[in-house]
């Protein structure tokens, strides 16, 4: 196994040219806490950097992304937060916190060595889902220099569900998660998305199932408020100091059936409240539904993320390539 003496980090999961360095972090009520930083260099001269952050019941395994940028230019990191993917240790509740602005900790470790000790003083952030939530959040309080732009793909805007759901239902949960933090809330989960996308069942993609499971981690009462608390503050105004794409599929499709709607739209987040909200994460936002794409857009169908990576090219061409 290769390693890297610089950094502490050693070859990842996915193997060379990835590495992951482990960030150990300040313990918690329920013991060590760490967070994982997976890179891959820039292919020629390197333009900048990339800090990618996944989303709930999910880790950082999409090297079509990081491929990407590297092909542009651009040292690729990901951030796999405490208690999820490669950070997730035998003693955790998988993916669980309690306030979104725990993850700041990380979230600054990270840029410290993005920026300070790997020297780079432009940096685009790109999320997916519940990270499209905690990065704004985290950005618009930290205000980083360095921040030259950020694309959102598919983020956790708003609760799903109808407006008096939200209404009745988040007082609900913010008392149920006050009281009983690691309240288990019942859930049925098809696992029809994560089907649509795994090799070994309709999709094309390899990820580890115990870190991203078929039917998704369960969610608790502490969690959920948590991100209730994030919605609030994203829908009372952000001002993330840098432009900002945001990307979603066309259309939303509540199927429990592997079908062709399971391949051609989001399952999971409806894009009405995404395009509603978008504008609240600060002055200067783009804007982009992709036609069939998935949930994580950047596993649609071939044609459709080579639709997704020209938008975000077409972007970064006029708005942060030349800032």
């Not at 008096?164 to 239902?169: E, K």
Request: proline share 5%; glycine share 8%; net charge negative.
């Amino acid at each position: 196994m290769s390693t890297a003496h610089d950094t502490g980090a050693i070859e990842d999961i996915l193997g060379a040219p990835y590495t992951a360095e482990t960030i150990p972090l300040t313990d918690d009520e329920e013991g060590q806490v760490v967070a994982t930083l997976v890179k891959r260099p820039a292919t020629g001269t390197t333009h900048g950097a990339v800090l990618h952050v996944h989303g709930f019941s999910d880790y950082f395994f999409q090297t079509g992304l990081a491929e990407w940028w590297t092909g542009r230019g651009y040292d690729f990191y990901a951030l796999d937060l405490r208690k999820y993917g490669r950070s997730l240790l035998a003693h955790q509740t998988p993916n669980y916190v309690t306030d979104l602005a725990t993850y700041h900790e990380e979230l600054d470790a990270a840029w410290q060595r993005i920026t300070e000790r790997d020297g780079h003083d432009r940096v685009v952030v790109t999320a997916h889902s519940t990270g499209g939530l905690t990065t704004p959040l985290w950005a618009d309080v930290r205000k980083p220099p360095e921040l030259v732009g950020m694309v959102l793909n598919s983020p956790w805007f708003d609760m799903q569900g109808s407006t008096m759901l939200r209404v009745v239902g988040t007082p609900v949960i913010n008392r149920l998660g006050a009281r009983l933090p690691k309240f288990n809330i019942r859930r049925h989960v098809s696992g029809v998305y994560a089907r649509s996308l795994h090799r070994d069942h309709a999709g094309e993609w390899d990820f580890d199932l115990q870190l991203k499971p078929l039917t998704s981690f369960p969610v608790y009462a502490g969690w959920l408020r948590a991100i209730r608390t994030g919605h609030a503050l994203l829908h009372a105004g952000l001002d993330v100091p840098a432009p900002v794409l945001v990307l979603s599929s066309d259309q939303t499709r509540w199927t429990a059936h592997l079908n062709e709607a399971a391949h051609t739209a989001d399952l999971v987040l409806d894009v009405k409240q995404i395009r509603q909200w978008a504008t609240a994460v600060g002055k200067h936002v783009t804007y982009i539904a992709i036609p069939g794409a998935r949930h994580d857009v950047v596993l649609s169908r071939p044609d459709v993320r080579e639709r997704a990576y020209g938008e975000i090219a077409t972007w970064m061409t006029a708005y942060v390539d030349g800032r």
